[in-house]
Nanobody, 113 residues
């Protein structure tokens, strides 16, 4: 059974940092490809990801503050710096295995003073 598990969220003051982790298990061929987030009352949006060609992409609002990295296809991180209140959301990682996508349960990031 394929599982993606996010961790590392929490409550942080504006300007603070967090490091989110996503670990996949249950398949030898699954690859974690993206981080998304969903704020209350808003649609889920792509935050950062790896293209099939290995290029890293970021949504404009996080460019320069967020950094996606990976140890391997099954362990991916999202370093988030200079956090703003508008970054408050549940953060999800997405993986793909045999053309099927999988999602983790999400980790809450709350930015508040």
């Amino acid at each position: 059974q394929v599982q993606l598990v996010e961790s590392g969220g929490g409550l942080v003051q504006p300007g603070g940092s967090l490091r989110l982790s996503c670990v996949a298990s249950g398949s030898i061929s699954i690859a974690i490809t993206d981080w998304y987030r969903q704020a209350p009352g808003k649609q889920r949006e792509l935050v950062a990801g790896f293209t099939s060609g290995g290029t890293i992409i970021y949504t404009e609002s996080v460019r320069g503050r967020f950094t996606i990295s990976r140890d391997n296809a099954k362990t991916v991180y999202l370093q988030i710096d200079s956090l703003k209140p508008e970054d408050t959301a549940v953060y999800y990682c997405r993986g793909v295995d045999m053309r099927k996508e999988y999602w983790g349960q999400g980790t809450q990031v709350t930015v508040s003073s």
